[in-house]
């Protein structure tokens, strides 16, 4: 039998917390999945430390900056959910569908079951090595040419074949997460919708720290 969770949630009806009981919240989100009667899961910023989440369906889900440390997403459906600034540290995700998810900003650092990602050594002053060699930054787009890419995108291009192969299979947003997490083990996953100036400082304040 699960643990039952108390969650904050922000409706979109209202811009109230309310505080619900999370499998409540996935129930219905089940439904508006698969006959479109219930609502899409909005847990943004949810507090679900340790919550049992494994084998649940959330593709679409919003789980944007929620509290999911130590949390069971073990088998977990999270296709094309949005985990933007989530905190996962700790969490078990093995065997999860991240495919196509928003990871942006995630925390990952202590996270189980992630799949293998390539590691780029210093992976900030690597990219801007290549800016600074004639590359470009373009925040806008993941890719823009073989010569300018967003900062996951030069993430994803350093990588070479592994990496457009994680692309191919999990999508550009999460396989920049994932090199970014096993790249730089200690540090969240970066905001990869930040603008072009913001994210090149950035990059060059971690770069200082590679000296």
């Known amino acids: 039998m699960r643990r039952s969770y108390i969650v904050t949630v922000e409706l979109c009806e209202c811009a109230m917390n309310i505080n619900y009981n999370y499998r409540c919240i996935i129930a219905s989100h089940y439904s508006w999945l698969y006959n479109g009667s219930g609502k899409r899961a909005i847990m943004r910023h949810a507090n679900l430390n340790g919550a049992d989440l494994s084998g649940d369906d959330l593709r679409h889900a919003d789980l944007s900056g929620a509290y999911l440390r130590w949390a069971n997403l073990s088998r977990a459906n999270m296709s094309r959910a949005n985990l933007r600034h989530a905190d996962m540290s700790m969490a078990n995700l093995s065997g999860a569908n ?19 990602a390539p590691v780029i050594p210093n992976i900030d002053s690597a990219i801007l090595a290549r800016i600074d060699a004639g590359g470009g930054l373009a925040m806008s787009r993941w890719h823009s040419c073989d010569t300018t890419h967003c900062r996951g995108g030069w993430a994803i291009h350093l990588a070479g074949k592994v990496g457009a192969a994680l692309e191919d299979t999990l999508g550009t947003g999460v396989a920049a997460a994932l090199i970014y997490a096993a790249s730089r083990p200690t540090q969240r996953v970066p905001d990869f919708f930040a603008r072009d100036k913001t994210a090149l400082a950035d990059m060059r304040e971690y770069a200082d720290g590679d000296q």
């Open 98 to 116: 991240l495919r196509h998810a928003d990871m942006s900003g995630a925390d990952l650092r202590g996270a189980v079951g992630l799949p293998t």
